[in-house]
């Protein structure tokens, strides 16, 4: 094989290299649910819709997982002054898992006025992967707790999963990959490594330009070798 046959090829076996790798990716997909959400409280059945995001971050062996409401639920009939409610949900777990996966979150640090939404805090809590393979998270009961009183609200409407994950199980076996659904929220993870699309995408896009590199300083090695061997005849 001549030299600029030999050259051309390494070259674009890197490209193609590059490619695999990106191609070999996950694919993530943002997903936001809309639940309906019906509320037994002291004063009767209330309903109302909101918006639900679920978020993944890796934090060791395990996912901190996130869930956020868009929009308020339920109400009450006077104030809540600050400290006085406090919420938590379950989240369904499906797919490779099975079971449910309680959140918490911290009580309102503002006064509530009297029969307005009560905007629900985000809700965290850590998942540790049992099995592998996609488990998908969906929004469960939502359980709010003031005064003394507590209210119940039940998604009504089937909602679908906010969030699948590709996860390893902590005694090993399959293959990890990336969290695909909920949108943006409050809580960031404080530096773990968030599980997304754009993290993907640096991630695999630093190792598809190594492999080019590579591919680049192979190529530059051969033509300095050809030149070397020409100047030496």
């Known amino acids: 094989m001549s030299y600029r046959k030999r050259t051309a090829a390494l070259a674009s076996a890197a490209a193609l290299a590059g490619s695999a790798v990106w191609m070999a990716a996950p694919v993530a997909r943002a997903e936001v649910v809309d639940v309906n959400y019906q509320c037994k409280t002291p004063i009767g059945d209330k309903s109302a819709v909101s918006p639900i995001d679920i978020k993944g971050v890796k934090s060791g062996s395990g996912y901190r997982i996130t869930m956020s409401w868009q929009k308020g639920v339920s109400s009450s009939p006077v104030e809540l002054g600050k400290g006085a409610m406090t919420p938590s949900a379950t989240i369904a777990l499906g797919g490779a898992d099975s079971g449910t996966l309680s959140v918490t979150g911290p009580a309102n ?89 754009e993290d993907s995408a640096v991630a695999l896009g630093t190792l598809g330009g190594t492999v080019l590199l590579a591919g680049a300083a192979g190529a530059l090695w051969l033509t300095r070798r050809h030149q070397g061997a020409r100047a030496g005849r």
Do not use: H, M, R, W
């Open 109 to 197: 640090d503002a006064a509530l006025p009297a029969n307005t939404p009560i905007k629900i805090s985000d809700l965290s809590g850590t998942y540790t992967p049992k099995k592998s393979g996609e488990v998908t998270f969906t929004a469960g009961v939502l359980t709010i707790k003031a005064l003394g009183t507590t209210t119940t609200c039940t998604p009504t409407n089937d909602p679908g999963p906010s969030l699948t994950l590709d996860v390893t199980a902590a005694s090993g076996g399959g293959s990890t990959g990336s969290a695909q659904g909920g949108g943006s929220g409050s809580d960031t993870g404080a530096g773990l490594p968030q599980t997304g699309p």
